[in-house]
C-alpha cells in the first residue's frame, strides 16, 4: 500500500535558519503530494501541494518539488521565522484502486524555531 | 464560512462507555472524511462519506465503531464499548468533489481520553 517517510524530529533550529525536511514516498501510478502544518493549537492545514512530476508547491516561503525519479517531496524554507514552529506533515494522495480521495500521511516533524 | 467544525473538543469517559463525536463540514463540500491520530503519529484514514452515502470504511475500523452522515451534511462518528486504546485525537475533514488534488480542510478535531 501507499506510504509515506519523513525525516524523524525534532528538528530545532536558530531564526534565519535554512530549513529542509526530507519526504519520501511508496505509491503506486502518480501520486498528489502535500505538505500539511499544524500550528500549537490548531488544526491542520494545507501549505502546500504539487500534482505532478517536476511540479512545484510554494506558500509562504515554504517550497517542495515533486521528484517522481528519487520518490522524494522535501520541504525547503531559506530563512525560517520563529512563528514557523509547528508540527509538519508529508502525505500522499494516491490513483490507483480508486482511492483518490484518502491521504497517507508521514508521522510528522516536529520544528522549533528559537529566536 | 466558518470552517470545519467538531463537538465536543475534548471527552473523557471510562472503559465500556458509549461515546458519539459530530462534524458539521464546510457548507458546500460534498465529501467528508474521518481520521484518527494517536500521539506521535501522523492522521490515518478511518472512513468516507460522498454524500450521504458512505464508501469506504478503514480495516482500523472495527465493528465498534459506526460512522453516519444522514442528510450529506453532519456526520457523527460514534464508538461502542470503548476501550483505552480508542484514546487518541478524531479528526474530520471536508472536501469538494473533484480531483485528488483537492484540499482536504480539517477541523480541530475531539480529543478522546479512555480511563
Known amino acids: 500500500g501507499d506510504s509515506v517517510t519523513q525525516m524523524e524530529g525534532p528538528v530545532t533550529l536558530s531564526e534565519e535558519a535554512f530549513l529542509t525536511i526530507n519526504c519520501t514516498y511508496t505509491a503506486t501510478g ?21 500534482t505532478k512530476a517536476d511540479d ?4 509562504k516561503g515554504f517550497e517542495a518539488t515533486y521528484r517522481k525519479e528519487t520518490t522524494s517531496f522535501h520541504l525547503e524554507k531559506g530563512s525560517v521565522q520563529v512563528s514557523d514552529s509547528a508540527v509538519y506533515f508529508c502525505a500522499l494522495i494516491g490513483n490507483s484502486g480508486g482511492s483518490n480521495y484518502k ?5 510528522g516533524t516536529l520544528l522549533t524555531v528559537n529566536p | 464560512d466558518t470552517g470545519v467544525s467538531q ?27 474521518w481520521y484518527r491520530q494517536t500521539l506521535g503519529q501522523g492522521p490515518e484514514f478511518l472512513t468516507y462519506f460522498q454524500n450521504e452515502a458512505q464508501l469506504e470504511k478503514s480495516r482500523l475500523l472495527s465493528d465498534r465503531f459506526s460512522a453516519e452522515r444522514p442528510k450529506g451534511s453532519f456526520s457523527t ?11 487518541a485525537m478524531y479528526l ?19 480529543r478522546l481520553t479512555v480511563t
Open chain 1, 30 to 50: 502518480y501520486p498528489s503530494l502535500f505538505w500539511y502544518v499544524q500550528y500549537p493549537g490548531e488544526g491542520l492545514q494545507l501549505l502546500l501541494k504539487a
Open chain 1, 56 to 59: 512545484k508547491g510554494s506558500n
Open chain 1, 103 to 107: 491521504l497517507t500521511f508521514g508521522k
Open chain 2, 7 to 33: 463537538d465536543p473538543r475534548h471527552k473523557i469517559t471510562k472503559r465500556g462507555q458509549n461515546v458519539t463525536f459530530r462534524c458539521d463540514p464546510i457548507s458546500e463540500h460534498n465529501r467528508l472524511y
Open chain 2, 77 to 87: 462518528l460514534e464508538i461502542q464499548r470503548t476501550e483505552q486504546g480508542d484514546s
Open chain 2, 92 to 110: 474530520c475533514a471536508s472536501s469538494s468533489i473533484g480531483g485528488p488534488g483537492d484540499e482536504q480542510y480539517f477541523g480541530p478535531g475531539t
